[in-house]
């Protein structure tokens, strides 16, 4: 098997994210290859949360998040030494967005947690299990356990 070349980490900032990143950080190291990070504004949430009667504010909510997850995202990438140039922040459905984005810039491997914000309660998270089954490329999903 030849070395991964590109290796794709997606982080949605849940307090899993930073073993995630090790385990990414350590593969990228490992095999000498390239490391970039995505994160993907969920667009149900911008919508749910846009279509909610008691909020009274006339603000671009959908900036909002993105000022916010951009910001996440700048930090936990500077933590990995991850450039500019190899972050991806998007707007979309995240498990489509991941795959989209790691067939675009060809990355070979994609790390994910096996959990994220949407807890335990599943055996894999949905996020998880949507980009198992769509990705092209090698899915590796880090087993996080209940007291991680
Ligand atoms: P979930 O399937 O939502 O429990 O999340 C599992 C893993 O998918 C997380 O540990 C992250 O690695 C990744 N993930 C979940 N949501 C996002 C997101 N919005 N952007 C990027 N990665 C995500």
Redesign the pocket.
Known sequence: MSNYKHILL???F?R??LA?AERAKDLANLYQAKLSI???V?NLVTMDMAYEPSIAYDFDLSAELMASAKNHLSKLADQFNIPENQRWLEIGN?KME?VRIAEENQADLIV???????GLALLL?????GVLHHAKCDVLAVRLQNDD
């Open positions: 997606a982080a949605d849940s899993h994210g995630v995505t994160h993907i969920d995240p991941i994910i947690g096996s959990h994220g914000r949407h998270g949905s996020t998880a299990n």
